[in-house]
């Protein structure tokens, strides 16, 4: 357990913990049988309350689809929990390992313990998942946690509350709501882990209190996820499925591909298949049904004026899909041709349905490119060249890769999720998100009868043997 800081708390965070850490260390840890019930409990509050969540992150969105609430956020939830259900009594059981000869027959085991007390903190971007994701690893590895989603999206988050209240007891799940300040007392407590999803800005300052009471850090950061289309790709279908992962919750999407990487002599069609794919997608265009809001004004002026130091620095920006009239905080997609280093579009995160095209004439140039960046959360690769492709995975290194289409890695339960170097550390999901908030506890047990006595004083020509032995 971690030993305790002092904490200036005036959020009566310290309480809370407190209850949760007696509670486990009344209890014990949670059967099997228990982390399924509890995940079973939440996929059904879950899939009562779907039309509520979906209605909750409209509203604090301004506006989006509850098809794309339902694919990217619900469906992700209840996929999630149905592979930890089937998993989990598997992953507990105490795994066996090989010992030296001269320990035979003792028995060595490797015991995945709860480690505590969890913290989550969470973005307003997929305001449900990336509260919920994190959770279910730390339930599966039978933990307690404590929830700080973001106070962006208030009507999701005080749905998440009073969801998680009425379905869990307060000493075993609970969620706590504010901004920074409770955010950043939040990061001061003294967790037996932590769990930020956010900025690489924020994820600095939450490891930064975390360091005081050395509680070790998940960090889901972002950045600029480049999209590299190999020479040999099929180009419409890389345009669509670009489109796709560009479009989706209008590029508030920490893996969505950030800017995209073509050969010159692809550019042009790249641009006109992505165009047709846009309008195929969203008739409307930004007036689409189904084509999200940016989520807060201040996001939108940013994104505008991403364009416009863009367009003022030399840049083109051409509006894709059809040009309709347009709602509040509603950016029509677009792209962005003739970039330099200098724009501000090309230095930060976009986080927007804005897309800059990067041409390249050799693949080991557009490697090089990708590798004077920092390291990327996602990368996304298209083409058929099974040498390019080993190429690029091997010479690039990023959080994950979907090969042949975008943000589907995400959705691969049994895959590690997280992000590398200025993207992140550690990771979840699947069985890593069970290990990352597992104690793995090595165990030796000596039996009555061994070889040890031979290596103690006093020693005999048979310890000479056994010494001779294992020096060989
Ligand atoms: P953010 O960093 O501004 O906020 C994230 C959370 O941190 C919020 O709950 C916020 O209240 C809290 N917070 C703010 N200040 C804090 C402080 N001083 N101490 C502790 N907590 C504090 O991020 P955001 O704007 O909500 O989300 C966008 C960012 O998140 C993007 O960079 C995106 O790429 C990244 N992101 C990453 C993932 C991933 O899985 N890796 C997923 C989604 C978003």
Redesign the pocket.
Known sequence: MTAQFPVKDDFLLSPLLAKQRAAFMRDGPPSAAQRRADLRKLKRALLARRAQFEAAISKDFGYRSAYETRIMEVIPIIQAINFLRRNVAKWMRPEKRRISLHFIPGRARVHYQPLGVVGI??????PLS?AI?PLLSAIAAGNRAIL?????TVATSELLKSTLRDIFPEDQVAVVT??????????RLPFDHLV????????R??MR?AAENLVPVT?????KSPTLIGPDADIETAASSVAYGKLANAG????APDYVLVHEKDAASFVASYDATAAAFYPDGAADKNYSAIASAR?YTRLRRLLEDAENKGARVIQTGPQTAVLTRKLPSAIVLNVTDDMAIMRE?I?GPILPIVTYRTLDEAIAYINHRPRP?ALYYFGNSSEDRLKVLTRTTS?NVTVNDTLMH?VQNALP???VGM??MGAYHGIEGFKSLSHAKGVFEQSRWNLGGLLRPPFNRTSDWVIRYLLR
């Open positions: 903190v969470s973005p307003w971007n997929y990336l994701m700080k989603p973001s106070e962006l504010g901004g920074p300040e409770l955010g950043a007392a939040f990061s930020f999803t956010g900025s690489a800005q924020v994820g300052m939450v209190e960090l889901e950061l972002g950045g508030q999407t920490c893996i996001h995160e986080f959360l959080g995400y999720f997280g992000g993207s992140g």
